[in-house]
């Protein structure tokens, strides 16, 4: 079941939640919305879902209009961060509660919904909970619960909000691998909203960058991390240091000192800002300059497991820049407080300032 | 074991005191002062009442509690007091629903509103309250061409009853549905259940506890009720006559061990009530925790 938003646009008050927005998402796809708070990430998904009504603009399902289908009559399974199970009903009846409520009609035999739901559970890996009250599990627990309860009525899409933010984060890792590999068994077109940008690398095929209200950058995650498509997104896609420069004859100069970085038809400016992730700068301990290279001194150097993080400062622009090497170079691991390195950014991207945008 | 070798007895000031300073001191203190008054202030009175009653034997005061005119006020307190607090049952949770659920202007007014029958006191209540449904009066004026009389009968005495139960469902019931996450409705609903289906099935039931709380004090405020009472019920034997009121009548007539016979009774039931309720609160506890 394919889904497509078409120039959804929805605002609270003065507040555009979401600016003329549309998106296509395939058939199968498990697709992450990922942006900061008040990006309206959430609000897209409950369009979606049909628990929020867009101002103007059309949510389709499967090439058919489905924006004005009421949200029980959607046939959308929404899975919410804090769970949201009845906690007077046990495990059983929370994950039968779709199939007790269809009309007569169409509802299956007791016994077929006894097995429907021991199926489920036996799906989520949770069959000996089913006589349990929701008080009595963990979170875990809980949330695994929530997806079996909305699968239940065999959902045409699954919509996920934050459903792992209100887990510690060793059982957040653990769910989030758990998913991917049961979206694999199942196949049902999904979305999930998420701010953790490692979530949505690790468990979509494909992310949904959003900020105030737009798509910044849609991709795989692969691609949105090695080609950010603007500042933004390389900044909320991991670290990044920011070094202020201009360009002149090809090259970038950073306070009087040029450096080639190696990319290609650089127009001349007079302000732009260079992104380089920390992990992505060679360093070269001592004084010999070089093309290329940027000399820097250490401020602290600190080990977190088998990374080494140095904080340095540029010589020539006082700005400080972090870089994280792999431990293990006696070269290296053996720099201290006052130490001139020389770094070398490795696959820097240059932007106009944000302002001049 | 090793509890064969201790003494039965320590010897004090051999063996080391055990707990050292509490980090919340004045244990002692406070309890000695909760208990003392305690016990002047409610048991002190309840034993002097059953001491009044045992100068009768058993069977005396059994004669008197259940003598007519007695087994009438138990039918008009208890009867006409379950009544009320059903009726405050349903208002109450749509009063609840209202100020929970809605913002609309005057809000805060109609929030303080429901505190009222707390604060005013009763016989104001029941004064005011004769006077609108007296047949003269602005309510009672409409009924009086139907042959309906509201005060001065027992539909009277459950009005005055229904008044000073209301805030007790409303302020029970407010915290609870504050409580009940929108999500979970949305939940129902995104699983197809119909808005009668997800009031039955998933708000009621987390409701009911609450609810039955709510009815259970309104209930027991209602069975002790007396000051509005007595203005609107015109107090007559074997009709308006509740059982507070009738234990007032034996005192005047100095028939103190009838009236501490009455009060026995009336005692043992407000035990009962007091330990439904707090069963109902025990249940309620259970159920609502965080899902």
Redesign the interface.
């Known amino acids: 079941m394919s889904i497509a938003v078409r120039n959804v646009k929805k605002t609270f008050g003065s507040f555009h939640a979401l600016d003329d927005l549309s998106l296509d998402i395939d058939s199968g796809e498990l697709v992450a919305l990922l942006g900061p708070s008040g990006c309206g990430k959430t609000t897209l998904l409950r369009i979606i ?3 929020e009504q867009a101002d103007s603009g059309q949510v389709l399902f499967e090439g058919e209009d489905a924006t004005d289908i ?5 046939q ?3 899975v ?1 961060q ?7 009903m046990t495990v059983f009846e929370n994950v039968a ?2 199939l007790k ?2 009309p007569r009609a169409v509802r299956p035999s007791k016994a077929e919904i006894a097995e429907r739901v021991h199926e489920l559970l036996n799906l989520v890996q949770l069959d000996w909970l089913a006589d349990r ?3 009595q599990l963990s979170g875990g627990q ?1 949330q695994r619960i ?1 997806l079996a ?2 699968l ?2 065999e959902p045409k899409v699954l919509l996920l909000d934050e459903p792992f933010g209100a887990l510690d984060a060793k059982v957040r890792m653990e769910l989030r691998r758990w998913l991917r590999r049961l979206h694999d068994e199942l196949h049902v077109t999904s979305v999930f909203v998420t701010h953790d940008q490692e979530e949505a690398m690790e468990v979509s095929d494909r992310v949904v960058v959003m900020n105030r209200g737009r798509i910044e950058q849609l991709g795989a995650p692969a691609e949105i991390y090695d080609h950010p498509a603007n500042p933004f997104v390389y900044e909320f896609i991991g670290q990044v240091n920011k070094l202020a420069g201009r360009i002149s004859n090809g090259a970038v100069e950073f306070g009087g000192i040029r450096a080639n970085l190696g990319i290609p038809d650089l127009a001349d400016a007079e302000s732009v800002i260079t992104y380089v992730r920390p992990h992505e700068i060679d360093v070269r301990p001592g004084q010999e300059a070089a093309e290329g290279w940027l000399p820097a001194t250490v401020e602290t150097s600190s080990v977190a497991g088998p990374t080494l993080r140095l904080d340095t400062r540029l010589t020539a622009t006082g700005e400080e820049v972090h870089v994280e090497i792999r431990r293990g170079h006696a070269e290296h691991d053996s720099l201290r407080q006052g130490d001139v390195v020389q770094l070398k950014p490795l696959n820097p991207r240059v932007f106009a300032p944000p302002s001049a945008a | 074991m090793s509890t064969a070798v201790l003494p039965t007895r320590a010897p004090w000031g051999i063996l080391p005191r055990r707990r050292q300073r509490s980090a919340l001191p004045g244990f002692g203190l406070t309890l000695g002062f909760t208990l003392s008054y305690l016990g002047f202030i409610v048991l002190l009175p309840i034993i002097a009442l059953f001491i009044k009653a045992m100068e009768l034997s058993l069977s005396e005061i059994w004669d008197i509690a259940t003598e007519p005119r007695a087994m009438a006020s138990y039918r008009l307190s208890f009867g006409g007091s379950f009544i009320a607090a059903s009726i405050n049952m349903v208002f109450g949770l749509i009063v609840a629903w209202v100020l929970v659920r809605y913002q609309f202007p005057g809000k805060k007014l109609i929030d303080a509103l429901v505190d009222l029958p707390f604060a005013l006191p009763t016989a104001v209540a029941g004064i005011a309250l004769t006077g609108l449904y007296a047949s003269t009066g602005w309510i009672g004026q409409y009924f009086e061409p139907f042959g309906i009389r509201i005060a001065y009968t027992q539909i009277g005495v459950i009005i005055a009853l229904t008044f000073i139960g209301l805030p007790f469902v409303v302020r029970i019931v407010q915290p609870v549905l504050q409580d009940l996450e929108a999500e979970v409705e949305e939940a129902a609903a995104s699983l197809g259940a119909s808005r009668w289906q997800t009031f039955a099935r998933v708000l009621f039931p987390a409701l009911l506890p609450a609810l039955l709380t709510g009815f259970a004090l309104a209930f027991a405020r209602a069975v002790g009720e007396f000051g509005s009472v007595i203005f609107i019920a015109g107090n007559i034997p074997f009709d308006t006559e509740i059982t507070p009121l009738l234990i007032f009548i034996k005192l005047e007539q100095y028939d103190f061990t009838g009236a501490a016979a009455l009060g026995a009774v009336m005692l043992v039931a407000a035990f009962v009530l007091l330990l439904v309720i707090n069963m109902l609160q025990a249940w309620a506890s259970t159920r609502s925790r965080r899902a």
């Not at chain 1, 009421?70 to 959607?74: F, I, N």
């Not at chain 1, 804090?82 to 007077?88: E, G």
């Open positions: 879902a049909g628990l009421h949200v029980r009559k959607r959308v399974g929404f919410f804090h769970y949201a199970l009845f906690r007077h509660f779709g409520v269809r009250m929701p008080n809980r929530a309860r909305a239940a009525v």
